[in-house]
Nanobody, 126 residues
Framework: QVQLVESGGGLVQAGDSLRLSCAASGRTFSNNVMGWFRQTPGKEREFVAVISWGGNSKYYADSVQGRFTISKDNAKNTMYLQMNSLKPEDTAVYYC???????????????????WGQGTQVTVSS
């Protein structure tokens, strides 16, 4: 059974940092595109960042560019999202996602991802 499990969320103040982790089990994702999305109540799930299967290409939403960094450790089958200079508008449930098939191109569309974690809450107070 394939599982993605996020961790690292919490309540922080504006300007603080958090690192989210997404641990995968049930199969390896070393050759798969993986991404982070976030969602607030009443809104659609929003793209945050994506990393290519090889790890060399990374893309970010304009709202987090320069503050967030996506990475993955294939040996640990884990993806990360380092979030610096957090703002209240970053408050959301953060989800990690992975594509089922290997060696595909990066995508920002949530519908292109096949596996999802359960989400971790990030709350940034002003």
């Amino acid at each position: 059974q394939v599982q993605l499990v996020e961790s690292g969320g919490g309540l922080v103040q504006a300007g603080d940092s958090l690192r989210l982790s997404c641990a995968a089990s049930g199969r390896t994702f070393s050759n798969n595109v993986m991404g982070w999305f976030r969602q607030t109540p009443g809104k659609e799930r929003e793209f945050v960042a994506v990393i290519s299967w090889g790890g060399n290409s990374k893309y970010y939403a304009d709202s987090v560019q320069g503050r967030f960094t996506i990475s993955k450790d294939n040996a640990k089958n884990t993806m990360y999202l380092q979030m610096n200079s957090l703002k209240p508008e970053d408050t959301a449930v953060y989800y990690c996602a992975a594509e089922k098939f290997p060696l595909t191109g990066v995508t920002r569309r949530a519908s292109d991802y096949d596996y999802w974690g359960q989400g971790t809450q990030v709350t940034v107070s002003s």
